[in-house]
């Protein structure tokens, strides 16, 4: 138990509670309960990752209608497993499904192979958690489980600090749930410890106040379970920089491009862009008659979903433009013309008038 920060209750202790709790609030009438095989487990088991319980019952049962052993699974064609999975998402849950159907069809005599976890992890589609739910809950041999839910109660009994999904973090979980798990009732104690964290220690809502653990529960007592588990640490995400002209007419109107059909803002209408300051000044010495640098507003951030982009903005007066620029428009921001702007440049014309109109020149 070298990686196990210390159990909250001896595990007896924890499965009397567990189990009392279950035979009074947990689920006692699924259908992949009675009759309960290795395939309907394992089927249910399937439909239930990413899905909750009451979508997943009437998918279920049409299913087992359709396809009520494992064998008539295996030899029906793709597209008709396909079609009675439609709406329940995750479609590779399916394919993998039937595949794994054949599998077990051709190498181990029609037969999921519940002698042990690792074997039946050779199958397409089934995890270490989903092993142990199906060997627990169709043959009774003691087998632990680690799905969401579990993570969820576990990480919040312990406290246990880092986001569930680094290996570090799972191997705690998986020792933690391993030394929980009885040797007896596993299929009940199963069910019981994936509706406990499905109906009463909730992702957003725990009933911390009716839990039988909330004597012991750490989370509980620093005040925010919700804060458990950790969230997957986002990436910090790279910068670019950009310089957007602002530039100005006699008539105050302001100089818009129309970008690209494709890429960044692709269609939208926007300010010129430059990424240094020397093509900014090379573009205006070609294009602008008498530009004029005025005082620069701060610089700002618009964050996309793979990068933030730093804006500065640079204001600038001219007469007029020495050259015909086809792909560009006088926009006048009293009488504002219909187009697609994109959010900054929108932003920024919006706050025009306050820094533009003051003709403060040399802050290039
Ligand atoms: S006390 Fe609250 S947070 Fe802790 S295990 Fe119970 S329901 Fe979950």
Not at 88 to 110: C, D, F, I, P, S
Not at 115 to 141: K, N, Y
Not at 149 to 172: C, D, I, M, Q, Y
Not at 335 to 363: I, M, W
Request: aromatic letters at 10%.
């Amino acid at each position: 138990m070298a990686d196990m920060p210390s159990p909250r209750l001896a595990a007896d202790e924890f499965q009397r509670r567990l189990l009392a709790w279950f035979d009074r609030y947990g689920r006692h009438d699924l259908p992949w309960q009675s009759p309960r095989s290795a395939y309907r487990v394992w089927v249910s088991e399937i439909m239930l990752q990413q899905t909750q319980v009451a979508t997943v019952i009437p998918y279920f049962e049409r299913f087992m209608a359709r396809f009520p052993t494992l064998e008539s699974l295996a030899n029906a064609p793709q597209d008709e497993v396909l079609h009675l999975w439609t709406g329940l998402g995750y479609y590779a849950r399916a394919r993998n499904l039937h595949k794994a159907a054949q599998v077990a069809e051709a190498e181990h005599g029609g037969e999921l192979p519940c002698e042990s976890v690792d074997a039946l992890m050779m199958l397409p589609g089934i995890g270490r958690s989903t092993a142990g739910a199906i060997i627990a809950q169709s043959t009774g041999q003691r087998a632990a489980i680690l799905d969401g839910n579990v993570k969820r109660s576990l990480t919040r009994l312990h406290a246990v600090p880092g986001w569930p999904g680094k290996p570090a973090v799972e191997h705690t979980l998986w020792t933690l749930a391993d030394y929980y798990t009885p040797s007896t009732r596993l299929a009940d104690y199963t069910q019981a410890i994936m509706d406990f964290g499905a109906t009463l220690c909730k992702r957003s809502k725990p009933d911390c106040p009716s839990c039988p653990f909330n004597d012991v529960c750490l989370a509980y007592a620093q005040g925010e379970p919700q804060r458990y588990p950790e969230s997957k640490p986002k990436k910090a995400l790279p910068t670019r920089q950009t310089i957007m002209l602002m530039l100005r007419d006699l008539e105050g109107r302001v100089w818009l491009e129309q970008r690209p059909p494709s890429g960044l803002w692709g269609g939208l209408w926007g300010l010129p862009q430059f990424d240094t300051h020397s093509e900014l000044n090379d573009w205006l010495e070609a294009n602008v008659i008498n530009p004029e640098r005025l005082s620069r507003p701060p610089s700002f951030y618009h964050t996309f979903s793979h990068f933030r982009l730093e804006i500065t903005p640079q204001p600038v007066s001219c007469d007029r433009l020495g050259g015909v620029r086809e792909s560009g428009v006088w926009y006048d921001i009293n009488h504002p013309p219909a187009l697609g702007l994109a959010a900054p440049v929108k932003a920024l014309l919006s706050q025009l008038a306050p820094f533009t109109l003051d003709p403060t020149p040399g802050h290039a």
